[in-house]
């Protein structure tokens, strides 16, 4: 089974500074997709960047972008010029591309507090 | 809007009541899920449908039951509620085979005292 682990229980930045929060997944697929959702007090779930294994190039989205190591099985996000809209708890999740079996399986998340 | 609706949104439950949290989508997805959420635990499977008329059990599944009564709706029954499922519970769906990640609903806070 798939494991995401995020050992960064709370991390805290600067406004307008730049903040890595770690990611690591252990699996035995080649091809599989990974995801960052971002939890704000409101509770809803909100994706953040998405990326596909199979593709080298790392996703980015405005100030978010990731890093993906495959061999490494390493999944950071990085979110530059940071915003005090961005606190909230980060979820990194992993999805096989089984067709029928599209679970996500979440780390347990990462606090990120905006310091202004 | 279109999107994931849960109902409802707060509740308070006695140790050994019973209810049902609906899930209903209109998205025309396929797959349904639904997941509890606990503090340093991250989000956990509870159940899934991969297609109407089919459950599956997740990672978490005692003391749950489910059902999928057409292609819009997923619901989760608490039989006989324990303090131990006080929680936030998500119910979400998705595309089948496509890349897209789930549509969450707003979520559920069940207490049990």
């Known amino acids: 089974a798939q494991t995401v682990t995020q050992s960064q229980p709370e991390m805290s930045v600067q406004e307008a500074e730049t903040v890595t929060l770690s990611c690591t997944y252990d699996?035995?697929?080649?091809?599989?997709?990974l995801f960052w959702y971002k939890q704000p007090p409101s509770r809803q779930m909100i994706l953040v960047i998405r990326?596909?294994?199979?593709?080298?190039q790392n996703a980015t989205e405005n100030r978010f972008s990731v890093n993906f190591q495959k061999a490494a099985k390493s999944f950071s996000l990085k979110i530059s010029d940071s915003q005090l809209g961005d606190a909230a708890m980060y979820f990194c999740?992993?999805?096989?591309?089984?067709?029928?079996?599209?679970?996500?399986?979440f780390g347990t998340g990462t606090r990120l507090t905006i310091i202004p | 809007n279109a999107g994931v609706t849960q109902t409802p949104k707060f509740q308070v439950l006695k140790t050994g009541q019973s209810m049902t949290l609906q899930c209903a989508q209109d998205?025309?997805?396929?797959?349904m899920y639904w997941y509890r959420q606990d503090p340093g635990m991250g989000l956990r499977l509870i159940y899934y449908?991969?297609?109407?008329?089919?459950?599956d059990k997740g990672e978490v599944p005692n003391g749950y039951n489910v059902s999928r009564l057409n292609k819009r709706e997923f619901s989760l029954r608490l039989e006989s509620a324990a303090p131990s499922q006080t929680s936030v519970y998500f119910c979400?769906?998705?595309?089948?085979?496509?890349?897209?990640?789930?549509?969450f609903g707003s979520g559920t806070r069940l207490t049990v005292v």
């Open positions: 449908s991969a297609s109407e008329g089919t459950t």
């Open positions: 998205m025309n997805h396929n797959s």
């Open positions: 979400a769906s998705s595309e089948r085979g496509r890349f897209y990640g789930y549509t």
């Open positions: 990326q596909e294994a199979y593709k080298q």
């Open positions: 999740a992993y999805r096989t591309t089984n067709f029928g079996n599209e679970k996500l399986t």
């Open positions: 699996t035995s697929e080649s091809d599989y997709y």
